[in-house]
């Protein structure tokens, strides 16, 4: 399999569930992207992992928590979500030289 | 913050017709990037600028870093039913390795 993957591409959920959303690269790159795409909003940047390194938006609640046990496998854990975090969730990677963001096919995600 | 402006929101076009659509910073940007997103799935990759006044095409797809670095345009010639989707401009500033995402352009072909 090529590219970015994530899984898995629908999740419904319960606002007292936690459940993880996964992410995997297969091209070799050193960073990667959580983002949060809303109706009728920018893309979100939430969380950047780059060599290792977590960049956090701090405006992202606590109720997200990212993981990132190696350059090619990327998770996004959720746990007492809000109706208001449902959205597509997009996943990205780059390689660290290159601007260049290659993305995966996202999660919908619908909390209830 | 940074912030890019992407015009038009929405375009509903007749196929056959070519396409323009444009982003706009307020600051210098480094790099420009244009995606394309269909219904469901990730933005994908179209064209990637690097340098100011470069213009580079792929297929009918055409767009150019703006001598300024403020701006950025892409060109659809002959438009197509599947070029139906939600183009996305993005952009690097001078400030870390963090890309800015234009609102996206929804764009709409009748056959």
């Known amino acids: 399999e090529t590219g970015v993957t994530q899984t898995p591409r629908h999740l419904v959920m319960g606002m007292t569930n936690k459940k993880s959303l996964k992410c995997e690269q297969h091209l070799g790159h050193n960073a990667m992207y959580w983002y949060k795409q809303s109706a009728k909003k920018p893309l979100e940047l939430m969380f950047v992992y780059s060599l290792e390194e977590r960049v956090e938006n701090n405006s992202v609640p606590s109720r997200f928590s990212p993981e990132c046990p190696n350059s090619s496998h990327l998770f996004l854990h959720l746990h007492t979500l809000q109706p208001e975090d449902s959205a597509l969730y997009l996943c990205?990677?780059?390689?660290?030289?290159?601007?260049?963001?290659?993305f995966g096919p996202g999660t919908r995600l619908t909390v209830l | 913050g940074q912030q890019l402006n992407q015009s038009p929101q929405s375009m509903f076009i007749q196929e056959g017709e070519d396409v323009s659509m444009n982003c706009t910073s307020s600051s210098i940007f480094n790099t420009w990037l244009w995606y394309k997103q269909d219904p469901g799935e990730g933005p994908v990759l179209l064209i990637a600028l690097y340098k100011a006044g470069e213009l580079t095409s792929n297929g009918r797809l055409t767009a150019q870093f703006g001598i300024t670095r403020k701006d950025s345009f892409l060109n659809i010639s002959a438009s197509i039913p599947s070029d139906v989707g939600i183009y996305f401009c993005?952009?690097?500033?001078?400030?870390?390795?963090?890309?800015?995402f234009g609102g996206g352009t929804r764009l709409m072909v009748k056959p």
């Open positions: 990205a990677s780059r390689q660290g030289y290159t601007d260049t963001q290659y």
């Open positions: 993005a952009g690097r500033g001078n400030a870390g390795n963090m890309l800015t």
